[in-house]
């Protein structure tokens, strides 16, 4: 149950328009910074693109002993030994994905509302991503959640809860009333001028307001 | 090695515009008609809606004891417990499939040249898609294959071979100088008026020109 232990900062990636090769030093960078958790998020890939980006994702995250998880494709995380995956609402159902992976997989849940929450954990998700609790650019189609029913969940499960969506320096404190275990960031970090240094305070800043 | 024997007539499904219950009634006459092997292919749902439809399709390829195939995606065969994949060029390696179907699952691969095909066999494919023999309306991006290519392949390798592509009752003899295992349809049957006639008939052609 408890496979994801104090690992505040969350990185979800977005490729937007860098190159190969500048998309992948920043996952470097921000590992450097201190990320605790990687999710390769790729929506517009071919399979063959997805695997070959994952499996260059996971040398990095494996210098760093980062675990990485894999959005939505079971078969991506397989393919490049990646540690698990993350399972949105229109993926995978989790106790599909537990039988496929195995116990040892970390898998993890988008969960938007307590109903969609307290379901992942039945099922066996290991943590829950809980948003979008601030508007976000990176996904098209976002429904928010507050932050008290981002408390609600986190009250209601047994298994870490990370915030997610729109989340920055600027304002995470706003989750502190929840007592996440987490919280896991996008932009703050892919859109970052220097991803190294704002890993490295953005997790300060996180571990003061999940503690 | 000789995972697929004497199954002529090799479904490729396209769901178009039916609605879901008209879809797969469409599966059901064709299995009735005599498909040997059937592949779902799907391109737009999300991974849950093609888990749900792979379910429902493994309902009807278990009647008619047909292999059912899944085009692209080994999470979802391995979902739906589903014989296997097929791999295109653009989809995970066949090596690394085999790697996590294990040596019992169905792993076809596309093939549209000699080099794809040595290749594909070489990585432990069980059969190959050769084409397309003619122009398609079901894939927007057609790469001709001519049939003195489908002839050397079939030469070339020791697995069963499909002629894919635009094939269908009226141009199907074309075929037969390259002494094939069995043809690949999807128009032929998914937009037949009769697909239950129409698999009948098309694989007593079909057997008649690979023979």
Redesign the interface.
Known sequence: MMKIKKRPLYLVTDALNYSETAFLKRIDAACQGGVDLVQLREKEL????Y?QRAYAVKQITDKYQVPLLID?????A??VKAAGVHLG?????VE?ARR?LGPDAIIGATAKTLKQARLAAEEGADYLGVGAIFPTTTHVETVRTSVDTLRTIKQAVNIPVYAIGGLNAANVDAVQPAKVDGVAVVSAIMKARDPLTAAQQLRQQIISVTQ
């Open positions: 071919t399979s063959l693109q695997f939505d494709r079971l078969d991506i397989q393919a609402q229109k993926d995978i159902p599909v496929i």
